[in-house]
T-cell receptor, first 114, second 118 residues
Framework: LAKTTQPISMDSYEGQEVNITCSHN???????ITWYQQFPSQGPRFIIQ???TKVTNEVASLFIPADRKSSTLSLPRVSLSDTAVYYC???????????????FGSGTRLSIRP | GAVVSQHPSRVICKSGTSVKIECRSL??????MFWYRQFPKQSLMLMAT?????????EQGVEKDKFLINHASLTLSTLTVTSAHPEDSSFYIC??????????????FGEGSRLTVL
């Protein structure tokens, strides 16, 4: 699986837009990029997934440049409840890859202040 | 959406005892489940891949005789920490993919089980 690199931590304030960038220089052709959120003492929760360009859902946007060697998770107008650890995962998440193991990187610890 | 449930959520045991943690996929079938361990302030570490009807595949450095995994049905995998010691105290998390969720990549995680060995 492609190794990912993220900032260890980030701080922001309520109402701001937060962008977390992940580097994955060795991403393979079949690899997708998926972001998860984890609160203390809970399992990770799926946020968003993309393959290329831009993906948006009700909670976040994911920007992926043409070379796919990095991606940026964008959280609009964060609140205190967005304080969590965010993980960028890269791997073959395709339909026939249910057995592909998922390796977590260090994640980014996001702290939101009032 | 698909739900993965773990039980128990918390367990405290004495050193030397064995503890079983269950992971169930509630509304989908999972031929493969994954077990992770997470220490405080650290990321999730993959321990093993649980395969229904066959032996689990363990990651390097994970003792298969220490952490017994049984995936007896398409909706249940169990992790048994045998002869637990204080250093086994950790947060154990299971996950599974719904093979019917084509190309969404969503990996569903359980709530986690916090093991404390005294």
């Amino acid at each position: 699986l492609a190794k990912t690199t993220q900032p260890i931590s980030m701080d922001s304030y309520e109402g701001q837009e937060v962008n977390i960038t992940c580097s994955h220089n060795n991403i393979a052709t079949n690899d997708y990029i998926t972001w998860y959120q984890q609160f203390p003492s809970q399992g990770p929760r799926f946020i968003i997934q993309g393959y290329k360009t831009k993906v948006t859902n009700e909670v976040a946007s994911l920007f992926i440049p043409a070379d796919r060697k990095s991606s940026t998770l964008s959280l609009p107008r964060v609140s205190l409840s967005d304080t969590a650890v965010y993980y960028c995962l890269v791997g073959d998440f395709g339909q026939y890859s249910s057995a592909s193991k998922i390796i977590f990187g260090s994640g980014t610890r996001l702290s939101i202040r009032p | 959406g698909a739900v993965v449930s773990q039980h128990p959520s918390r367990v405290i045991c004495k050193s030397g005892t064995s503890v079983k943690i269950e992971c169930r996929s509630l509304d989908f079938q999972a031929t493969t489940m994954f077990w992770y361990r997470q220490f405080p302030k650290q990321s999730l570490m993959l321990m093993a891949t649980s395969n229904e009807g066959s032996k689990a595949t363990y990651e390097q450095g994970v003792e298969k005789d220490k952490f017994l995994i049984n995936h007896a049905s398409l909706t249940l995998s169990t992790l048994t920490v045998t002869s637990a010691h204080p250093e086994d105290s950790s947060f154990y998390i299971c996950s599974a993919r719904d093979a019917g969720t084509a190309n969404t990549g969503e990996l569903f995680f359980g709530e986690g089980s916090r093991l404390t060995v005294l």
